[in-house]
């Protein structure tokens, strides 16, 4: 019993958020209507004036976060060309040889001619430098394979989605290449995952690419092993509701992971195939500010105070063990009641009843426990369990325990898309028997005119007690507790 609660005690001190209130850094994320490009190019100089279209958006907002005073600017991933050349043949004259900054030391704006086919380099150079702000953007790579290379595409050439880092004074600082690619025929993962960062004197940044976000490798080692305390992430990330949407799953690792988060999505909120939307600064303790608008058409540049992260100790202590919530309350052991699909995995479901109650229900072992009040409604509500792999994203090993509003009341669309509700929680406290340390809280409330809406700094507490929703004044939309077994993943994967 001792040993259990010293480890409670240690993780507690571990999911601590610890801030200098009088240090902030000014950050900023764009989030970029993209201009797709149409015809596709046939040659470079047809490639790069396309892409220079884009670029002008670029310019024009760091202009206005440079007047602002931001430190660190943000832009989408495949904000410059786009999302859909999955053909090799056809994106190779959008990419650039990007040198490794950790070989060479290059200022792209002060020596533009140094390397060929670099133009899209110099202009981020240059922006960085003119408005003195570090410079993260996303763009392609284009590399020849080494002699006698054995993992060598057959064109002779390796294709990377890489995210690129310029200083205030325009150097080039730091080159990532993505890992976890999702869809992405025309490009190539590396051999080895790729641990990238620069420091700052606002704190240590980690490069990281959308889908990255999912693995052990290289997002979660980041944190872990080279003591980063932010993380910088561009995505072009559709919306996958309910427990996938942008702005909901990528908060949630800010939490769970006592990491702050810069996210750039890119916006295309009217293609039915992707709802690709919502961005945001994100910290241990909550959202800064973030922008969730499936309305306008216009690129969105946002613009907050990110309190600097003390990260201590430097490594989690928690690395082996799992963290414990503590036992579930086996007095309150329901049955499932009935089983729902979510995002193609099946959930064990109990029904949220009355105004008030503690229930706990399982799957495979795995149980998870809910004390509630809530406000009386007709609205339906259910509480659910999934111990299991996950294959949408995947192959991933989730452990899952979530509160939510059913899209109807029929109990087979608990699992659905909710974008409203009416019902207040005045109380809500879950937390599970997980395997594993790497736990993501999430909620999400209803705002108006159909918005998610994240709760704001101090309407919820997440400990080693587990997840504890204090003073949510909107209605509840779901809240859940998301662990990932990276060991269950596959044989090649590492982690807790």
Known sequence: MKTAALLVSICAAVLA????????????????????PWPWATNRPMALSQMMVNMKAFQEK?????????????????????????????????????????????????????FPQAEIQ??????AKRNRMYIVANMGDIQLCELGDPHCPSEGWYQYNTNVAYDKEGNFIARYHKQNRYIEPQFNAPVHPEYVYFDTKFGRFGLVVCNDIMFYDPMVELVREYNVTDIVLPTAWPE???????????????????????????????????YVYGSGLYTPA??????????????ILIIGDVPVNE???????????????GQPNMKSLALPEFKADMFKDWFNFVHVKGTEGTVTVCQERFCCYLNYKKSASLEMYAFGVFNGLH???????????????????????????????????????????????????????SGPGYQLELPPIGSFNYDAAGL???????????????????RKDCITCYGG
């Not at 000014?26 to 797709?36: C, L, Q, S, T």
């Not at 949407?245 to 009217?270: D, K, T």
């Not at 990260?311 to 919530?325: A, T």
């Not at 937390?431 to 340390?437: E, H, R, T």
């Open 391 to 445: 294959k949408a994203y995947g192959p991933i090993y989730q452990q899952i325990c979530v509160l939510m509003k059913c899209q109807t009341n029929n109990p087979l669309s608990c699992g659905k898309h909710v974008l409203s509700a009416n019902t207040h929680f005045s109380h809500f406290h879950i937390k599970g028997s997980f395997s594993s340390p790497f736990i993501q809280p999430q909620i999400i409330q």
């Open 122 to 127: 110099v202009e981020l150079s240059c922006m």
């Open 62 to 114: 760091a202009h206005i976060a440079g007047k602002q005073g931001v430190d660190i600017m943000v832009f989408g991933e495949d904000s410059l060309y786009g999302y859909y050349m999955r053909y090799r043949h056809v994106i190779k004259h959008y990419l650039e040889p990007i040198p490794d900054p950790k070989l060479i030391m290059w200022n792209p704006c002060n020596e533009p001619m140094r």
């Open 311 to 325: 990260r201590l100790p430097k490594k989690l202590p928690c690395d082996v063990n799992p963290l414990l919530f």
């Open 17 to 36: 958020y610890t801030v200098t209130q009088a240090r902030t850094y000014r950050a900023a994320v764009y989030e970029h209507k993209v201009i797709f």
């Open 468 to 486: 504890t929703g204090l003073a949510v004044k909107k209605p509840l939309i779901h809240a859940a507790l998301i662990g990932r077994v990276y």
């Open 286 to 299: 909550g959202p800064v500010k973030y922008v969730y608008d499936a309305v306008s058409t216009m690129g």
């Open 240 to 274: 996958s509701l309910p427990l996938y949407s942008s702005i909901g799953f990528i908060s949630s690792f800010a939490v769970g992971h006592n990491v702050n988060l810069l996210h750039a999505n890119i916006r295309e909120p009217h293609n039915p195939d992707t």
